[in-house]
């Protein structure tokens, strides 16, 4: 088995007051939410560019928070994966063009 440590392995929501929550584990905040009715705002602290997404409830907010935080890229064992191609994935196409940025070759 495998253990991904790049997905927090827990996570806990903590509400510190109206409008104001906070999702933490067992080391630092990985996001907090702050705002009010029609207008929430998660924050994104995993990276130190402190990406915000606004949404209109508390629910969506966690709803993103959860999808971040438990996607699972999985296939079950024996099973033939479907291959597309990278290109078709915007992040994928990000990191692709961050790797070809940073190799030597470009630098011409």
Same mark, same amino acid.
């Given at each position: 088995?495998?253990?991904?440590? &790049? $997905?927090?392995?827990?996570? @806990?929501?903590?509400?510190?007051?109206?409008?104001?929550?906070? %999702?933490?584990? #067992?080391?630092?905040?990985?996001?907090?939410?702050?705002?009010?009715?029609?207008?929430?705002?998660?924050?994104?602290?995993?990276?130190?560019?402190?990406?915000?997404?606004?949404?209109? &409830? $508390?629910?969506?907010?966690? @709803?993103?928070?959860?999808?971040?935080?438990?996607?699972?890229? %999985?296939?079950? #064992?024996?099973?033939?994966?479907?291959?597309?191609?990278?290109?078709?994935?915007?992040?994928?196409?990000?990191?692709?063009?961050?790797?070809?940025?940073?190799?030597?070759?470009?630098?011409?």
């Amino acid at each position: 088995m495998i253990l991904d440590l &790049t $997905i927090p392995q827990n996570f @806990s929501v903590i509400r510190r007051n109206y409008g104001h929550w906070d %999702i933490v584990n #067992d080391k630092r905040r990985l996001f907090r939410i702050r705002g009010g009715p029609s207008d929430y705002r998660v924050i994104d602290e995993r990276k130190s560019t402190f990406e915000h997404f606004t949404f209109r &409830t $508390i629910a969506a907010c966690m @709803s993103f928070v959860c999808d971040e935080l438990m996607y699972e890229l %999985i296939i079950v #064992d024996g099973q033939k994966p479907q291959i597309i191609e990278s290109w078709n994935i915007s992040t994928t196409n990000e990191q692709l063009n961050l790797t070809q940025s940073a190799t030597p070759d470009s630098a011409s």
